[in-house]
């Protein structure tokens, strides 16, 4: 593949998960390395993040996004998805199997993930809030409806219709954020089914990636 095919993600220059690897350019570079499709950074400040040049890729001023010729995407799941179209290895070849996988991938990130990054906003500028007790009790109350639901529709299955695919890849990441909370391990099969994703050697070389960014060890653009 020519250099000019090879796409271009944009990622946090410095992360502010310090490396954990729950920053959303985690689920484009996992999807990249599972489909073996090589791909280039490029670090953003946060100031960078919101200049002209950037917006024109991302209207809101975020990361990840995703260049590749003529083509450049934001949102995460848009990116995972295209990925996945363009490559085998994400979707089944099966129609109804196909469209199956992509309702998981919008169950992960408009139901199960809104209330689970609530949670996370709420740990880090609510804490001091006379109202942070109440509020963290009704966003928990609402992660637990959603995993009690999702654990029981998992059961005993490896993953969430048949072979991995990218519903499980956005699934994984957005459970990953409950990680330390002591919710995910009350439910046992949610948190084998987390261990099994991140097991994965794609997903291993991705967070090592992510990872190497925070640490020092990649060079930026």
């Known amino acids: 593949m020519s250099r000019a095919m090879i796409p271009t993600i944009t990622a946090f220059a410095r992360s502010p998960d310090r490396g954990r690897g729950l920053a959303r350019d985690m689920r484009v570079r996992w999807a990249l390395e599972e489909v073996g499709q090589p791909y280039d950074v490029r670090l953003l400040s946060f100031e960078a993040m919101k200049e002209p040049a950037h917006l024109a890729r991302h209207p809101f001023g975020q990361i990840p996004t995703y260049e590749e010729g003529d083509l450049i995407l934001f949102e995460s799941g848009a990116i995972v998805l295209h990925i996945a179209e363009r490559h085998p290895g994400l979707l089944p070849d099966d129609a109804n199997a196909r469209m199956r996988v992509i309702a998981w991938m919008f169950a992960a990130l408009n139901t199960v993930e809104p209330p689970i990054f609530e949670r996370s906003l709420a740990n880090i500028l609510e804490r001091d809030e006379p109202w942070y007790e109440q509020r963290l009790q009704v966003l928990e109350a609402n992660i637990r409806k959603r995993l009690g639901d999702l654990s029981s529709r998992l059961d ?33 099969n949610l948190s084998t089914y987390v261990a099994r994703g991140k097991a994965r050697p794609a997903y291993q070389r991705a967070f090592d990636a992510q990872l190497a960014v925070f640490t020092g060890v990649s060079a930026t653009d």
Do not use: I, K, Q
């Open 156 to 188: 005993d299955a490896e993953w969430l219709d048949g072979a991995f695919s990218a519903g499980d890849l956005l699934m994984v990441t957005v459970l990953r954020r409950l990680e330390g909370s002591g919710m995910l391990e009350e439910y046992p």
